[in-house]
């Protein structure tokens, strides 16, 4: 994608079509849900009165990702709270509380993330393991006879160290539930 200074405009048209002028190409909501997913900044504007009408592409977005998930992120009691809110005097403070929210959810998914990169592919046991089965595939002694006689001596302390972590992360994904569930 060619660099530019703000973000990438996409003109919507009359017909629904989704064009990149970044890309000089047509796009789909799809394609538009995996530039943010990869970060990517967009606006997109409405091609004939060029109004900005990016809130509502993303949660068409969203309304498409509902709709075809197995498992949907909103839940419906949070929809009826967010209807709720229309006309309320207090609709003007809830998009600040939703993305403040959103912005601590997102730190604590890294913060858990790290910690089960940390439990699971830091462990030095493991490290230790993978480190004996590669010296032992350059012997030529064959992956798989020593995985078999690795297991046997290093699995159960992998298990134990790794246990105290994974316990650890369990807590942190009830206290995120039981934050989101309070929202």
Excluded: W
């Amino acid at each position: 994608m060619p660099v530019s200074d703000g973000p990438t405009i996409i003109k919507k048209y009359a017909n629904r079509r989704l064009y990149n002028t970044g890309t000089s190409s047509y796009v789909t909501l799809e394609d538009l849900a995996d530039m943010v997913k990869r970060g990517e900044d967009f606006t997109v504007k409405d091609a004939r009165a060029g109004d900005d009408i990016t809130h509502t592409v993303l949660t068409q977005i969203i309304f498409e990702q509902e709709a075809k998930s197995d498992q949907a992120i909103l839940p419906v009691s949070f929809l009826r709270e967010i209807i709720g809110y229309y006309g309320d005097q207090m609709q003007a403070m809830l998009p600040g509380f939703l993305d403040n929210a959103m912005k601590a959810f997102s730190e604590q998914q890294t913060h858990m993330r790290e910690q089960m990169d940390k439990a699971l592919y830091a462990n030095p046991l493991k490290r230790e393991y993978y480190r004996k089965e590669e010296a032992a595939r350059q012997a030529g002694l064959g992956a798989t006879s020593y995985r078999a006689a690795a297991e046997e001596d290093d699995l159960d302390g992998m298990h134990t160290a790794a246990a105290g972590d994974l316990d650890d992360l369990r807590r942190q994904l009830r206290v995120l539930q039981d934050r989101i569930d309070n929202m």
